[in-house]
């Protein structure tokens, strides 16, 4: 990924709050504010324990863009590090299956979602905007699909088969 200036870490805003249910505006990835903002969305996921995707709507601004960093976790397969995304798209999904999901934005709940375990995903880069194109599956794919649902304005809420499917998080001492 391009080299990106320092970034800031961000406040983490939490549902009901507006911007998680407004779809983003597509960005320029070039424009040093969208530049600034990818900075900060991976500093900001690197300060938040277990975090690994942030979008932009989840640290207050309605952009089509979102950062993710699946390495180490256990349930990954493929693993691109570390990177952030502008105006990504699916362009095939395939395979759902359910699993558990959580979100820094709904701290108290996990819920049982639907996803795609094998996607192909194309989006811009920052600082170049050059268009790339993302082949992955397990849960950097379910990552990806968390991450664009918050840029098309949804939380994994909106996903879940029911009341039956929302389950309080459990916390570890």
């Known amino acids: 990924m391009p080299s990106l200036p320092e970034g800031r870490v961000l406040d983490v805003v ?24 990818a900075a900060d969305l991976l500093a900001t996921q690197a300060v938040s324990p277990g975090c690994v995707g942030l ?3 989840q640290v207050g601004v309605a952009w089509r863009m979102f950062s993710v960093d699946v390495t180490g976790h256990p349930k990954t397969r493929t693993c691109h ?3 952030v995304l502008c105006n990504a ?23 049982d979602v639907a996803r ?9 880069l920052p600082v170049t905007g050059e268009w790339v194109t993302l ?3 397990a849960f950097e794919a379910v990552c990806l699909q968390h991450e664009i649902d ?8 909106d996903r879940v088969a029911g009341p039956q499917a929302v389950h309080p998080r459990r916390t570890y001492l």
Do not use: W, Y
């Open 150 to 157: 918050h840029t098309n304005g949804l939380v994994f809420l």
């Open 14 to 37: 939490r549902a009901p709050a507006p911007v998680l249910a407004t779809p983003g505006a597509d960005v320029d990835p070039a424009a040093p504010s969208v530049i600034q903002l």
């Open 81 to 83: 590090g570390e990177f």
């Open 55 to 57: 979008a932009a709507q």
């Open 89 to 111: 798209v699916v362009e095939s999904a395939s395979r759902k299956e359910k699993g558990r999901e959580g979100c820094m934005s709904v701290p108290d709940f996990t819920g």
């Open 135 to 137: 082949e992955t599956d």
């Open 116 to 124: 795609a375990r094998r996607l192909v995903v194309r989006g811009q």
